[in-house]
């Protein structure tokens, strides 16, 4: 069974950072590109960063570009999205996401999602 899982989340200031976190189990984790996606209330769900299954090449929203950073460790099974300088617009679920395939920002390809983890920025 395939369960992925993310942790981390929380409220915190604006100009802020947290690290979001995301293991996942019961899957060829080093086979499978990894996003984040986030969803705040009344809009739609949508991707903010992705990572290639051998981690050497990644992409960005471009609202979070030079303040978010994706990175894998295969060995751990976990992907951590680095957020830095949060404004009150990063309010949302963040959610993790596994692809047996390189989908970038397209949801569909994403086989696997967890349950989400809730990320507010105050200003």
């Known amino acids: 069974q395939v369960q992925v899982v993310e942790s981390g989340g929380g409220l915190v200031q604006a100009g802020g950072s947290l690290r979001l976190s995301c293991t996942a189990s019961?899957?060829?984790?080093?086979?499978?590109?990894m996003g984040w996606f986030r969803q705040a209330p009344g809009k739609e769900r949508e991707g903010v960063a992705w990572?290639?299954?051998?981690?050497?090449?990644?992409g960005y929203a471009d609202s979070v570009k030079g303040r978010f950073t994706i990175s894998r460790d295969n060995a751990e099974k976990t992907v951590w999205l680095q957020m830095n300088s949060l404004k009150p617009d990063d309010t949302a679920t963040y959610y993790c996401?596994?692809?047996?395939?390189?989908?970038?920002?397209?949801?569909?390809?994403?086989?696997?999602w967890g349950q989400g983890t809730q990320v507010t920025v105050s200003s």
């Open positions: 996401a596994a692809a047996a395939g390189t989908f970038a920002f397209s949801m569909g390809g994403y086989k696997y």
């Open positions: 990572i290639i299954s051998h981690g050497g090449t990644t």
């Open positions: 019961g899957l060829t984790f080093e086979m499978y590109d």
